[in-house]
Nanobody
């Protein structure tokens, strides 16, 4: 059974750092794109960062220069290194896997998508 399990969330002060991890198991292929989404209270879920199987990257403008997505296919794991965190980064962060590609600076998905249950990141002093 396909499963994505996130970890690494928590409470951090503004300017601090966290690294999120997402381990994939089951029928989730290493050929899939892996992405992080987030949903803040009262807001819609938004794409934060994506890395395709070919290594193409895409980030939402608000995290460029602060967040870095990477993947280790041998460990079936995708990471999100978050630096210089701001209160507006507070959200539940979700791991996503599925078919997708970065085209013209936009991430497009198709087919079955898999989701983790999320991990809460709170940035507050």
């Amino acid at each position: 059974q396909a499963q994505l399990v996130e970890s690494g969330g928590g409470l951090v002060q503004p300017g601090g750092s966290l690294r999120l991890s997402c381990v994939a198991s089951g029928s989730i292929s290493s050929a899939y794109a892996m992405a992080w989404y987030r949903q803040a209270p009262g807001k819609e879920r938004e794409l934060v960062a994506v890395i395709t199987s070919g290594g193409s990257l895409n980030y939402v403008d608000s995290v460029k220069g602060r967040f870095t997505i990477s993947r280790d296919n041998a460990k079936n794991t995708v990471y999100l290194q978050m630096n210089d965190l701001k209160p507006e980064d507070t959200a539940v962060y979700y791991c996503n896997a599925g078919q997708g590609a970065v085209q013209g600076g936009t991430y497009r998905q198709w087919g079955i998508q898999y989701w983790g249950k999320g991990t809460l990141v709170t940035v507050s002093s």
